[in-house]
């Protein structure tokens, strides 16, 4: 398989200034459904990356103990409850993207919100899931694959769940092999220290050329999950937008490492406007 690089020229081709003329309802709304009684930050810094990625509204469908996190944290965020299907399908139906997993668990009442949210979906709409949810679609025998278009976001140990592959085996050619099983133009995006970028149906895959120890910590994944779907909700679907927020996460947290030992997170969130302008106004 051939490999390409993911890099600052791909980033660059995608964040690009925006026209003068346009409102919030020009870059999309992105709905986060995560955020159990437990894992309640990672909905939220999901949320909060998708906000500050530039979407233009963001809804946490989250258990309600995270509701006054949230609105703390990032007051620009709408809350609902995940196990209110009534205030929850309108949301979905409304949505540009779905990210669906962060923090959300692994009990009856999160494969309930999980199958009622990717149930509802539709070949519009964008849905990256990721954590919990890959969790859940690993252990039915033919996991129910939605009608949208499918971004996966799973780590070594979360993808070998999902494909019987053990971390040794996991070479690009047997990465492929799964991904392509799934259905037309699904995206894996398979997390390690050099995350690669597979496509259902492709003969090569993506590699970003980012990243660094300091963002080996809780909530990394939950935040690359909203850079994702922001970039989706505003740049349209294609791998390379895909590919776009990928370098963007770790580069920011690059930049963060000259004087960090360790990128939270929550930084790498508070930094997404400055460097997206960077990128927006290089020329």
Do not use: C
């Amino acid at each position: 398989m051939e490999k390409r690089l993911i890099t600052e020229t791909t980033a660059r081709r995608i964040v690009r200034p925006r026209a003068r003329n346009t409102y919030k309802g020009s870059f999309g709304h992105v709905l986060v459904v995560g955020g159990n009684d437990q894992f309640g930050g990672a909905g939220i810094m999901s949320a909060g990356a998708a906000v500050h990625a530039g979407a233009g509204l963001v809804t946490l469908a989250t258990k309600p103990v995270n509701f006054t996190a949230l609105h703390t944290r990032y007051p620009e965020v709408m809350a609902t409850d995940y196990t209110d299907q009534d205030s929850l399908a309108p949301l979905i139906q409304s949505a540009t993207v779905v990210v669906i997993g962060p923090g959300l668990g692994t009990d009856a009442e999160s494969q309930t919100a999980l199958t009622f949210t990717l149930s509802h979906l539709t070949a519009a709409q964008t849905v990256v899931i990721d954590g919990s949810a890959i969790t859940l679609l690993s252990a039915e025998k033919t996991p129910a694959w939605p009608a949208a278009r499918i971004v996966l976001t799973p780590h070594v140990v979360e993808f070998q769940r999902l494909s019987r592959l053990a971390p040794a085996d996991q070479t690009p050619t047997a990465i492929q092999r799964y991904v392509d099983t799934l259905p037309t133009g699904t995206l894996l995006v398979h997390k390690s220290d050099r995350t690669t970028l597979y496509q259902a149906g492709a003969a090569d895959y993506a590699q970003n050329t980012s990243g660094n120890p300091g963002m080996a910590t809780g909530g990394s994944g939950d935040t690359l999950t909203g850079i994702i779907a922001a970039f989706v909700a505003q740049f349209g679907w294609r791998p390379d937008v895909v590919a776009a927020a990928v370098y963007t996460h770790s580069a920011v947290a690059d930049a963060l490492a000259r004087t960090r030992y360790v990128t939270l997170p929550t930084m790498v969130i508070d930094q997404l406007p400055a460097f997206m302008d960077q990128l927006a106004h290089h020329d």
